[in-house]
């Protein structure tokens, strides 16, 4: 497996590599990023170059890089592929992220394979089948509660980490099991360019014909904020703390990173049963807050069991925090009246009917209790009026008046510290100091350092001591010009000078000995990094649940039908990108229930009286411009089936593929 049972990582994303290296400062212990090409964020794009540089860095805190290979591939692809990861390989990548069973046919180097939650692992079944398969971490599906963890968890055992999404935005659909961008766009989301089309407005009409809901953003979820729930889902047996996010900024992963660290590292004071999976101290130089960062508002989704609150349905859009009200509109400017502080550059905004609508800061000042222009603190109530002039003028926010909430969805000072240096990450280190000996002879002086790893070096020098003057302060002298380990990666958990006489030893000698020691501890600490192998299979091959597979498995070479085939499937499906599904399938599968969210599931009202076996799961009709779908639901497993059809366009183009295909005009002979 990829992580001891008592190691627990955190898991942080990164668009680019430079993002990369602030989320290991910031407390990773591992990170995740997309390669030049066939990861599922499209345009989170890696060069190798760029990878190997972010992989020597991290490795210097024994924390790990994984690099997504995680769209479906299509034939044409799969050599492309099969190069690219030996490169990845060679570049130092701990692991790859992936979803196309077909890599695990060909010629692969023996890098260790994690399974993406694309792979749609949400049932016992296919978890053990995986492990058994060769894959050394599974990512959960989000929709699993703690108990189901629980379950998988026992069925897995130790032989893979189990990985959960912790921090983010929410896919509605069961990952890898939406195909509705594809089916209105032609951009696949198994291929990393989905339109999110759970984010627009729809329309919901019962099988009567009756609107349910109006316009609202009927797919779009809130955010994962597993922020309450960390230590259940340890308990559970998960190990790695993923956070989402490979298309957000630098103060999203700044603050994010920093925020699970902090909970983690306390549940690891609490319980000394677990350890991080990496080396050294973050220290954060500022206060992180989730609720600071766009956000759809938070829910940790089904992790504790279903509930009905867990959609954004008003607006996709960050509203921000709560920050007071307008006391004022004037000719130029609003009043507000807040408990915080106002910047020039804020990002402001309130709601107009269900539309939010945004508000830029150009300049804010403090008014006195009479309305002036003041420098001083807050009242005595902790509240203060600021007088706010927007970038645009009054008369275009239309409903703006007083007594209007006001939100903050952008704090311009909060951004700005998080552009500067925010945090540091040390590793722990005993230095000691003593003369070097050889027999009888004093030859000069020994330093030897060991990490809070076990791993040591040292340095030597060769020199004629002498007493020094000032014998009282020599050791102090010493033990200062040693312990300045500012410009390195490391801090001093203790300094010991163990040494017959007040030697003097010039400063110079002190710092050449100590960078020599440093410098030889990095090469120790490279060394001694040990990349985890790839994991055999389970011999024989184990056989996979189902003998059959429909479109939903997502196979799109003829690499996956051999790799099902060898474990006992019989009839495989191409994928629905491959445009062999002209009628009417699920384009959505989603653990997300419109009829439980507007209070009409049918167990909802079993038991109630005068409504028990009135509400059945008829169909319902989801409409969006000319896009109608057909909602169908599977009690059974509380699932809802969005049911559509591919544009005949679509449908009647080739396949895609990012390697060129050349199509014949005519059948050959």
Partial sequence: MSLLPHELELLAPARDVEIGRQAILHGADAVYLGG???????????????????????????????????????????EEARKLVWQLYDAGVDALIIQDMGLLEMDLPPIQLHASTQCDIRTLEKAKFLADSGFSQLVL?????????????????????????????????????????????????????CSQACRLPYTLTDQSGAVVAFDKHLLSMKDNNQS??????????????????????????????????????????????????SSGTTRHYFRPDPDRNFHRGSTDYFASGRKIDIG???????????????????????????????????????????EVVGLHVNRAEKLDSKGVHSKASTEESGQAVYRVFPKDPINSYSGLKAGLPMHRNRDHAWDMALTKESAERRIGLWLTLTEWMEGDELKGLHLSLTDEDGIAAKAQVEMNLELAKQADTAVESIKTHLGKLGGTDYSALGLNVHLSQPWFVPASTLNGMRRDAIEALN????????RPARKAPVQPYVEYPEKSLSFLANVYNDKAREFYKKHGVQMIAAAYEAHEEAGEVPVMITKHCLRFSFNLCPKQAKGVKGVQGQVKAEPMVLVNGDQKYTLKFDCKPCEMHIMGKMRKDIFNSPPPSVVPITFMKRKPV
């Fill in 141 to 193: 599906a989000r929709e699993l509660t703690v108990e189901e963890i629980t379950a998988v968890h026992a069925a897995v055992g130790d032989t893979a980490t189990l990985e959960y999404f912790i921090h983010g935005a929410l896919c509605v659909a069961f990952s890898g099991q939406c195909y509705i961008s594809h089916a209105e766009t032609g951009r696949s989301a198994n291929r990393g360019d």
């Fill in 312 to 354: 954004a349905f008003d607006s996709p859009k960050f509203i921000g925090q709560p920050i007071g009200h307008v006391v004022a509109v004037n000719d130029k400017s609003i009043d507000i009246q807040t408990s915080d502080e106002l910047n020039n550059g804020d990002g402001l905004n309130f709601m107009r009917k269900r």
């Fill in 523 to 530: 090469a120790a600490r490279v060394a001694a990094w040990q």
């Fill in 36 to 78: 030049p090409v066939f990861g599922a964020r499209a345009n989170a794009a890696n060069s190798v170059a760029d990878i190997a540089k972010l992989v020597e860095f991290a490795h210097r805190y024994h924390a790990r890089i994984f690099t997504t290979i995680n769209t479906i591939l299509h034939d044409a692809e799969l």
């Fill in 228 to 277: 309450g729930n960390l230590e259940h889902l340890i308990d559970a047996g998960v190990r790695s703390f993923k956070i989402e996010g490979r298309y957000k900024d630098m103060a999203y992963v700044k603050n994010i990173t920093a925020h699970y660290r902090i909970l983690l590292d306390e549940i690891m004071e609490q319980r000394g049963e677990f350890t991080r999976a």
